[in-house]
Every structure is written in structure tokens, then in C-alpha cells.
């Protein structure tokens, strides 16, 4: 089992704290491609379930860069570690909040009349056209999930019927580019229909959840230490050859 997380690390971001956030990663200088918030709590959620152990140092790059390219060694010290301490934050309450709770709130943002969906150039494609009213709010959230499993492909590499039907669960809220696709979400609105969004974000969290409980065994297993030859004993005869005991020869402290 992983070591608690102290309070002062599990402390959330507050709404502030999120807004901050998304605005000082739309500072990211170019030509890096940063996540926005709510994919950062997707692709948080998505390094905490991967089936290893991935350090901050491995996965921060990905925020700041789809390609996990790193920053230039001229970029702003400040902005770096502001950001830096508010994503480490967020990924510190997520993690308690799992392994505690069994539940954490995700960021989510849901349109309405007083937050509209800002337009989109002219010629783009919309990444929302055909998910439903449940699945689009969730669609930005789950893409920064599936960003973390396709720069980790360790989840998604698992041989685990389990592991491949929760990812399911996830991807459902994703725009479909194959029949196969097509034909797995038609089954799942079929025999888990999501009637609203609550509904929708509880099996999201849900989900996450039991990914956290199915790769909890891999991401915390300890190696066993193998020899390629048995144990010498210290009055064995030492491996060297020299006719003398091992604690005499080699083995002597």
C-alpha cells in the first residue's frame, strides 16, 4: 500500500486556484502545446491509475507540451514554478482523494447561459458534434485521461478484461472514429444508459476508482531480487578459485 498523503499536500485548489491555473497554462510559450485545466485533471487522474509508478519529473512535461517537449531553459522561473506547485497540488489532493475516499470531484465544466461555449474559428471541425448532451461536458476531461494513457501506454497495455472494460466506460464520452468504436458505445448506452450528467460524472468517478483499485497491485509491487548462482555462505569455499573460504577471501569485511 502507498504511504498516506499528509494534509499539507492533499490540500485542493481552490476555484481561484483552478481559474489561475488555466490561465497560466495559456501562457505557455510556443510552439508547445499545453493541456487546458480541465485536461490537466483528466491527465492527473490518468498518471495516478497507470500501473507503475510515475514520477512528477516523467509526466510534468506532457502538461506543458501534447509531445512532452521541454520547456526552454530561458522560460519564465516564476511561471514555471507556479504552475508546477499548482499542478502538484492538484495531483496530490486527486491522489488522496482516491486512495481515501474512493471519490474526488472532477472538474468539469458544464454549459449554460451564464458560461457559453465560445465559438469556434471558422473551418474548424467540432470536437463535440455527435456525444451527447450527457457526453459533452465529459469530453474535455476524459481527453486529458486518454492523453495520460497514450503518453503512459502502460494502462492501456494491461491484459486485463477489467481494466479494457472501465477504459470503455471512459472513452464512451469521446468522439467515435471507428465501427468497433461505434458498436462498444451503442452497447454501453444500451446496458448503462446515462440519463443526466450527475449520473454521468458518478460512473466517471466510479471508473477511475476501480482503475485506481484494478493496477494498485502493479504500481506497488516490489521486485524480487534474483541471483544467477546460490547464496555463497561465508564458510563456503570462495567462487574465486583460491582455495580459500569465502569469509577469508572475497567475503571478508
Not at 63 to 69: K, L, N, P
Request: include cysteine; charged fraction near 25%.
Amino acid at each position: 500500500m502507498p504511504p498516506p498523503v499528509v494534509a499539507s499536500t492533499a490540500h485542493d485548489l481552490t476555484d481561484e486556484e483552478f481559474a489561475e491555473l488555466d490561465d497560466l497554462l495559456l501562457e505557455t510559450p510556443q510552439p508547445l502545446t499545453p493541456v487546458d485545466a480541465v485536461m490537466l485533471d483528466g491527465f492527473l487522474c490518468g498518471v495516478l491509475v497507470q500501473p507503475v509508478l510515475l514520477e512528477p519529473a516523467v509526466w510534468l512535461p506532457f502538461v506543458f507540451d501534447f509531445d512532452g517537449q521541454p520547456l526552454p531553459d530561458d522560460v519564465d522561473a516564476t511561471w514555471r514554478d507556479r504552475v508546477t506547485a499548482l499542478t502538484l497540488r492538484r495531483y496530490h489532493a486527486l491522489n488522496h482523494a482516491i486512495i481515501e475516499d474512493g471519490w474526488f470531484n472532477p472538474l468539469v465544466l458544464e454549459f449554460d447561459d451564464e458560461n457559453p461555449r465560445e465559438p469556434l474559428p471558422e473551418g474548424e471541425i467540432d470536437p463535440l458534434a455527435g456525444l451527447s448532451e450527457v457526453s459533452q461536458p465529459l469530453m474535455p476531461w476524459v481527453a486529458g485521461f486518454q492523453h495520460a494513457a497514450l503518453s503512459f501506454p502502460d494502462l492501456s497495455e494491461m491484459p486485463d478484461d477489467a481494466v479494457m472494460a472501465a477504459l470503455a466506460r471512459l472513452y464512451r464520452h469521446l468522439p467515435t472514429e471507428t465501427d468497433e468504436e461505434r458498436e462498444v458505445v451503442a452497447v454501453l448506452d444500451k446496458e448503462h444508459p446515462l440519463a443526466t450528467l450527475d449520473d454521468a460524472i458518478e460512473e466517471l468517478v466510479v471508473t477511475v476508482a476501480d482503475l485506481a483499485d484494478l493496477t494498485r497491485d502493479e504500481r506497488f509491487k516490489v521486485e524480487q531480487v534474483r541471483r544467477d548462482a546460490p547464496k555463497v555462505g561465508r564458510n563456503d569455499p570462495c567462487p574465486c578459485g583460491s582455495g580459500k573460504k569465502f569469509k577469508q577471501c572475497h567475503g571478508a569485511t
